[in-house]
């Protein structure tokens, strides 16, 4: 299987977590023994090489970082300290000046999901074979997702903040290369007229979906799992249901 580039995109505010009281940057939330993004990271097969953007108001947790993905073999190399952006788009623009080989394989992904079953390496050998990008998904029925209207497994259309079927996105999104990813980047958000305030990643899949690019999206299998954690109460309700099955 195919290695691949892992950008994680940890450089939001996180504004909903701070305004109940959490005093840690939510990456770092327990979870699962561990934290969230150690969940998040160990669950992803076939990196060469990850790159996680944090803000640099978040550098006084440096330290707490280190010891979560250190037992992963990352270090302080794999960590770029930023100041706020325009949105995960942008952020993930910024992680990708980061990486030694741009036409690898490379994933694009957040701390508010954590997703098990997801092979990466497998999925960039499909994208070699036919596709230019790649979006996940699972089950939704929020207002606050993207989703994606699709014709099997081939992707015609993404949208952000709207319910055109089922299929939400997780947040996790692969490309043939981050030099494809940048070149459309680059065409889209350097336009003057774009009027967005937020750069979202799903706009640069839906330039390449309009640019007749092909994208998939996986099949829901048994053995997947998600687990939304962008709020404080999806958190809660998470880790209550994780108590009660201990039980």
Known sequence: MAEVNLVICIAG???????????????????????IIHDILQNFDKVSQTVLVANKRDVYFKNQLLETIEPLGLDEKNILYIGDTKGQAHTAAVGI???????????????????????????????????DAYI????????????????????LEIVEKKQISPYASSGLYGFLSASMYMNFYNTLFGQALYEKNELYVADVIQSMISENRKVFMNGLGNNQETIV????????????RKTLGAK
């Open 13 to 35: 505010y996180n504004t909903r977590f701070h305004d109940v009281g959490f005093d840690i940057p939510k990456y770092l939330l327990p979870w699962n023994g561990t934290t």
């Open 136 to 155: 996940d998904v699972f089950v939704g029925n929020s207002p606050k997702y993207s989703y994606v209207r699709a014709v099997e497994e081939n992707v």
């Open 229 to 240: 954690l962008g709020s404080p109460q999806e958190y809660g309700i998470e880790i209550a």
């Open 97 to 131: 000046s980061q990486l030694y080989n741009t036409e690898l394989r490379t994933f694009i992904h957040n701390a508010d999901t954590i997703v098990s079953g997801r092979l990466l390496g497998s999925i960039a050998d499909t994208m070699n074979d036919m596709y």
